[in-house]
Every structure is written in C-alpha cells, then in structure tokens.
C-alpha cells in the first residue's frame, strides 16, 4: 500500500474569548459543531470566518465532570454525553437549540451511531457499552460476563456498522458487530493512550495517541480483511 500523508489545511479561528474543545463535528461542507468546555456551550461555527452561527448553553451541568462527546444520528440532530445523561440537540438551518435529555444509570463517555437512529454509548468507570434508542431506552449491552473493557472511551461506526472502542487503559481497539459482539481486538506498544478514534473508511482508522502524540492511520495487512486475520499493524502516516 502506498504511504498516506495528512495534509494540513487552513487554520480556523473562533470568534470567542476562549475556547476549549472537547469533540467537533462536521455537519455540512461549511458548519462544525463543537463542544466549548471554556464557555459550557455547544457552538455551530462556520468554518470560512470562525462566526458562531449559533449556541446552546449548558451550564447548568457545569460543575459536574462531563466528558462531552458528540455525534450526529440525523442531520438534525446531535448527541452530546454529560454528566449521567445524554443531552439532544436540534439542528435547524443555522441554529441550535435543546431537545430531549436522555437519563442514564451511569455517566457516559463515548457516544456514537448504530444502526439507522441508534445510539452506542461507552462508560469508563462501569467499563461496559450499550445500545440505546434516541428516547434512551437500552436495546443491547455488551456482555457483562465477558471481562474485556477496563477503561472504554472513545466510539466510531465504520460503513459496515462495526463499531469500534479505544480502551485507554489496556491500549486496544475492539471491533463490535451491531450486537456488541466481539470480533476482534488490536492493540500495540505504537498506540499507547488511544484518546481518539475516527472511522476514515470501510477499513481504515485514524487514532490519536495520547502518550505518544501521534495521530496515526491504521489499515489492513491484506485486503480485504479488516485489519487483516491477525489485526496487525501497518501505519499508513502520522
């Protein structure tokens, strides 16, 4: 396979005092989504100038530990994990504004599609997944007697709905069917503290390694097995 190289683009600065993100997300061509730690808002901001097109405030969970991950399970909707709940947003046009709160037993972490309208949904301190609907009923988990998880995180759903976790504390990359059924794990000494994980195609990840200040792109050995047979690594660029 040939070498892949990330190519840096232009910069974007937000029209704000101070900015701290903790998750971004495209949502068209010119818009981001952003969740803005600094100001307890999330934020749509338009990509040409950094103009807040709009913003949704969520202080009121402020002093409480949230980890803030988003993702988008319509084009008008977003999730954001906070606190022991999920919190929806309504996308309109150019504005935002709060939908439904989603109540969890436990706080979440990650939060990523599954399915058509699904949510998979990560925890660290109870280091389990589960699938709920967008009204937050629990469809399937991630079988409890199974001691895999110690520190699950961060969710990414390839094209062919597998979902993928990084575990900070074991360093690994387990892929889930729909099902939450384990297929396979990865892991190497090259990835220590994945802190972020993106599907980047039918068999390819970018993953932010924390402890090595890497972002790295994971693809297969052979194709078209997925990471081939035995997950190994092969760094396409970093």
Same mark, same amino acid.
């Given at each position: 396979?040939?070498?892949?190289?990330?190519?840096?683009?232009?910069?974007?600065?937000?029209?704000?005092?101070?900015?701290?993100?903790?998750?971004?997300?495209?949502?068209?061509?010119?818009?981001?989504?952003?969740?803005?730690?600094?100001?307890?808002?999330?934020?749509?901001?338009?990509?040409?100038?950094?103009?807040?097109?709009?913003?949704? %405030?969520? @202080?009121? #969970? /402020?002093?409480?530990?949230?980890?803030?991950?988003?993702? +988008?399970?319509?084009? !008008?909707?977003?999730?954001?994990?906070?606190?022991?709940?999920?919190?929806?947003?309504?996308?309109?046009?150019?504005?935002?504004?709060?939908?439904?709160?989603?109540?969890?037993?436990?706080?979440?972490?990650?939060?990523?599609?599954?399915?058509?309208?699904?949510?998979?949904?990560?925890? %660290?301190? @109870?280091? #389990? /997944?589960?699938?709920?609907?967008?009204?937050?009923?629990? +469809?399937?988990?991630? !079988?409890?007697?199974?001691?895999?998880?110690?520190?699950?995180?961060?969710?990414?759903?390839?094209?062919?709905?597998?979902?993928?976790?990084?575990?900070?504390?074991?360093?690994?990359?387990?892929?889930?069917?729909?099902?939450?059924?384990?297929?396979?794990?990865?892991?190497?000494?090259?990835?220590?503290?994945?802190?972020?994980?993106?599907?980047?195609?039918?068999?390819?990840? +970018?993953?932010?390694?924390?402890?090595?200040?890497?972002?790295?792109?994971?693809?297969?050995?052979?194709?078209?097995?997925?990471?081939?047979?035995?997950?190994?690594?092969?760094?396409?660029?970093?």
């Amino acid at each position: 396979m040939s070498t892949v190289f990330l190519q840096r683009q232009k910069d974007i600065t937000i029209s704000t005092s101070s900015v701290e993100i903790r998750d971004i997300s495209i949502v068209v061509p010119d818009c981001l989504l952003i969740c803005n730690l600094s100001h307890a808002k999330v934020q749509l901001i338009d990509t040409r100038d950094g103009r807040v097109f709009s913003e949704v %405030s969520m @202080a009121y #969970w /402020i002093n409480k530990p949230p980890m803030w991950r988003l993702c +988008l399970p319509a084009n !008008d909707r977003a999730a954001v994990t906070v606190s022991n709940k999920i919190q929806m947003i309504n996308i309109q046009r150019q504005s935002l504004s709060l939908g439904i709160v989603l109540k969890l037993n436990s706080d979440p972490v990650g939060v990523s599609i599954c399915g058509q309208s699904d949510l998979v949904v990560s925890y %660290s301190k @109870a280091p #389990w /997944i589960e699938v709920i609907t967008t009204n937050g009923k629990a +469809l399937r988990q991630f !079988d409890v007697n199974i001691k895999h998880f110690e520190d699950p995180r961060f969710l990414t759903t390839s094209i062919e709905c597998f979902i993928n976790v990084s575990d900070c504390r074991t360093n690994a990359i387990t892929k889930l069917d729909s099902a939450l059924q384990l297929l396979q794990t990865f892991s190497s000494l090259l990835m220590s503290i994945p802190a972020g994980i993106t599907s980047m195609g039918p068999d390819q990840l +970018l993953v932010c390694s924390k402890a090595n200040h890497r972002i790295m792109l994971l693809g297969p050995e052979s194709r078209p097995s997925y990471f081939g047979s035995k997950m190994g690594l092969k760094i396409l660029g970093h």
